[in-house]
């Protein structure tokens, strides 16, 4: 049987976190629809995550001065003497319509709908773009009331008339550098600071997600988006908004949500025809990153091969050393790491890798093909050559992996 709560008929659990249960209610006064979410009230002396909800209700309730359209609204904050309880708005329905008492609902969740996408298909370009500022724009309200939600991720991400909202607030808490295990395993950091880069970083592995079709883990890999990030406008900015915001040293990432926001809006008002071959989609991708590249076209005439690196911090100094049919970007990064996962695009596809004259192999034993990411490659300079079985072999000559995380490239056929 549900749990009793005041004013409101529990139906039937729609979620489950790791805290609570959200349940589909209605109010039994005005009979609008709700969601609820019920958090157990801890014993002393025991785990006590509903007191530690309770702390950032308070916080938000404190901090945030006004209800942003992308976070999810909370009408009502109780308790029994067995639960603390708050009421929401539900989330649409995952076929599109509105939450209703029928059997077959089921909130809709960013997580939901990417679930629902059929082998190989992806949202289209606009739909990521329109998702990931709203997302941000949520985000950066958090982050400006001086607050980290400290668990960004799809299955917290509702659809509210057709909006999407951040939800989920247990783990909020105030902004600082502390170090803290608290969130979700795979869109948390690797240095473990959950603070506002920390919600960056999660933000960049959910909009990878919503761009790739790939689950979080599987970062920086392009998989079936890798030509449209090469061809897309759209696309490529939020690729390379990605590539920043999941840097590995928290310096280089993002300082908050609404550095991360603007700088996709700078991206797309400046890069808009980046994706295109051609001296005006060069000059336009090189202001895009905010630093100089070297621009070479391949065998095919007219064709620039466009490579999009992670790094992306400016220097007024840095030129790019010249290079054999590719474009490669290069950076002044402070320190190169010692290894690094670089990601290979070819058109067409399923072409060999090759460093410094041996084929790239998988743990497997099998050799690496395009597209893919490799991982744990030498930070270091290394001849990159790709071998097609249909395609002449494409020389991209000596790149060096330490500033550099992907190689395009377009390869010339053998046919006369």
């Known amino acids: 049987m549900p749990p009793e709560l005041p004013d409101f008929e529990l139906i039937r659990p729609i979620g489950q976190g790791g805290f609570g249960q959200v349940w589909l209610a209605t109010n039994r006064t ?36 006004s209800v942003h359209p992308n976070l999810s609204t909370i009408h009502h904050v109780g308790k029994t003497d067995d639960y603390l309880f708050y009421v929401m708005d539900p989330a649409d329905d995952i076929a599109g319509k509105a939450a209703s008492t029928d059997v077959s609902y089921r909130p809709a969740t960013l997580r939901s709908v990417l679930d629902s996408l059929s082998d190989r298909q992806l949202l289209a370009p606009g739909q990521c773009l329109d998702y990931a500022r709203q997302l941000l724009a949520g985000l950066a309200s958090l982050h400006q009331a001086g607050m980290v939600h400290r668990d960004v991720k799809p299955a917290n991400c509702l659809f509210v008339g057709g909006v ?63 030509r449209r990030v090469a061809e897309d406008a759209i696309s490529h900015a939020l690729n390379r908004l990605v590539l920043r915001a999941c840097q590995p040293d928290p310096h280089e990432r993002f300082s908050d949500s609404r550095q991360m926001l603007d700088e996709l809006e700078k991206s797309l008002s400046q890069g808009t025809s980046a994706a295109t071959g051609g001296a005006d989609g060069m000059t336009l991708l090189s202001r895009l990153v905010r630093r100089p590249m070297v621009a070479v076209t391949s065998c095919l005439a007219a064709v620039a091969v466009i490579v999009a690196a992670v790094t992306l911090w400016p220097t007024d100094n840095a030129t790019s050393p010249p290079q054999t049919p590719a474009s490669v970007e290069a950076s002044a990064a402070p320190a190169a790491p010692a290894s690094v996962d670089v990601s290979f695009i070819t058109e067409p596809f399923e072409a060999t890798i090759y460093l410094d004259g041996i084929p790239v192999l998988a743990p497997s034993g099998d050799a690496y093909t395009t597209p893919c990411t490799v991982p744990n490659l030498p930070a270091r300079a290394h001849r990159v050559t790709f071998k097609h079985e249909s395609c002449e072999d494409f020389d991209a000559g000596e790149i060096d992996f330490a500033p550099t995380r992907e190689i395009s490239a377009v390869l010339r056929d053998q046919s006369p």
């Open 30 to 65: 005005t009979g609008h629809l709700r969601a609820v979410k019920l958090i157990a009230l801890g014993s002393p002396g025991a785990a006590n995550p509903a007191g530690r909800e309770i702390t950032s209700l308070t916080r938000l309730e404190e901090n945030l001065r």
């Open 164 to 226: 999407l909202k951040l939800a989920d607030f247990g783990l909020l808490t105030d902004a600082g550098p502390q170090v803290s295990r608290l969130g979700t395993h795979g869109y948390m950091p690797p240095d473990g600071r959950m603070d506002t880069r920390a919600d960056v970083y999660a933000a960049g592995l959910v909009i990878y997600e919503m761009l790739t079709g790939l689950p979080a883990e599987s970062f920086p890999r392009l998989g079936e988006a890798a």
